[in-house]
């Protein structure tokens, strides 16, 4: 028996960094896929070949028995698999799961902050789904993806990417148990990816930057200063305080008792926040006051934008939320590189509307909002001019499917 089973990649929208907080986040899925070949065989073991990775002459194939697997040294694919077997083991499903052939084709760039890896883990998990009859539903699939990735390879990731890809569309996933899911009406976006060809490791920036957060938060937590009403919002980890019920105005008296780096981390964390927040009445197709509008954007920008006709001031607003999005994480979460600023630049001088890293930072990809596919041409043509080393045009995604 042969399955073919395809899962999308996904640009990291809105609210980037925030996952790992318990805060909501925004990822759409791309139209760049990955497909997973399977062969169903007589026998307990999984046999996988990256066609991919063997092009680039990188470790591409993995054979491992269906049980409790170990995890491989470095950052090997095969974890990821390995993953997503030790969860169905661990979760009962041992005496359902057949052994297989797997072949892997995708047109998702490894490394471009695309979540090839979630694309991976949640295809897979699908392909078992299918061929073993595990009757497990789009959340299902996310959480053992994340689970594979999170608790069995040990990369300390957000559950952002696997609910982005299983479910596909634009979202708000909550980031709370017990994760609910809000499929977005406006759906009528094209993006620009754009991969700079900096290669990025989420497991290298993320420990970090909680890390600096949890700094921050034992300063305050500990001192005497910080009213013991706020207190109990607040917490010692990073993925503890009411984040949603805080404001940057509740903590302003005390953000001097924080060394640099730590206040930069939880001024983000609010200010990227807020400008979700901004955007998701955008996104459920809700009206925003001039009130807010002004507020949030300035009384000069608010006025050229309301100037506009209905959906292009849609597009304008959200590409203005992206703009700010991606100044917070370049100088309050330090994320960003001047390669990707100046791919960003380059985006917005096309005509873009917004331009914001997705993903972790430090490299990967760039997602810029364009009117339409001509604009979106234009933009990667600059982005490349710029130093970027690809890019696609992009409507909204399917999620994880089964190929007929």
């Not at 994320?335 to 993903?359: F, H, M, R, T």
């Amino acid at each position: 028996m042969r399955i073919v089973v395809s899962s999308p990649g996904r640009a990291d929208f809105l609210n980037t960094h925030q996952d790992y907080k318990g805060l909501p986040v925004v990822p759409v899925a791309i139209n760049l896929r990955m497909y997973l070949y399977g062969e169903v065989t007589d026998n307990r073991k999984i046999h996988v070949r990256s066609l991919d990775l063997e092009e680039r002459g990188e470790s591409s194939v993995d054979s491992f028995e269906i049980g409790v697997n170990p995890m491989l040294g470095g950052k090997f694919f095969g974890n990821y698999l390995r993953g997503v077997i030790n969860v169905l083991v661990k979760r009962g499903f041992s005496e359902r799961l057949r052994g297989m052939n797997v072949t892997i084709k995708s047109e998702i760039p490894i490394g471009s902050g695309l979540s090839s890896s979630a694309a991976l883990e949640v295809g897979f998990a699908h392909l078992l789904n299918i061929a073993c009859k595990l009757n497990l539903g789009k959340k299902e699939l996310a959480e053992i993806g994340f689970a594979a990735e999170n608790l069995e390879a040990g990369i300390p990731c957000g559950r952002l990417d696997q609910y982005g890809v299983a479910f596909g569309g634009i979202i708000k996933l909550e980031c709370k148990p017990p994760y609910r899911v809000e499929p977005l009406p406006f759906r009528e976006l094209t993006f620009a990816i754009v991969d700079s060809g900096i290669r990025h490791s989420t497991a290298d920036i993320h420990p970090k930057r909680q890390d600096e957060i949890n700094r921050g938060l034992k300063a305050l937590m500990k001192s005497d200063e910080v009213p013991e009403e706020l207190k109990r919002l607040l917490g010692y980890r990073f993925d503890e305080p009411r984040w949603e019920k805080l404001s940057e105005e509740d903590l302003e008296n005390y953000l001097s008792i924080l060394d640099d780096d730590a206040r930069k981390r939880i001024i983000f964390t609010l200010r990227m926040n807020k400008w979700t927040e901004f955007a998701l009445r955008i996104l459920r197709g809700e009206g925003i006051s001039d009130k807010e509008g002004a507020e949030m954007l300035g009384e000069r920008r608010w006025r050229k934008i309301k100037a506009s006709a209905g959906i292009e001031r849609s597009y304008m607003i959200l590409g203005e939320v992206m703009n700010e999005q991606h100044s917070l994480l370049r100088d309050l979460y330090d994320v960003s590189l001047p390669e990707l600023d100046e791919i960003c630049n380059a985006a917005l001088n096309a005509g873009a509307y917004g331009a914001k890293l997705s993903g972790a930072g430090m490299g990967g990809s760039i997602i810029a909002l364009v009117r339409d596919e001509k604009v979106g041409r234009r933009v990667i043509e600059e982005c490349i001019k710029a130093g970027a080393k690809e890019g696609w045009i992009s409507e909204i995604g399917e999620g994880v499917r089964m190929e007929h």
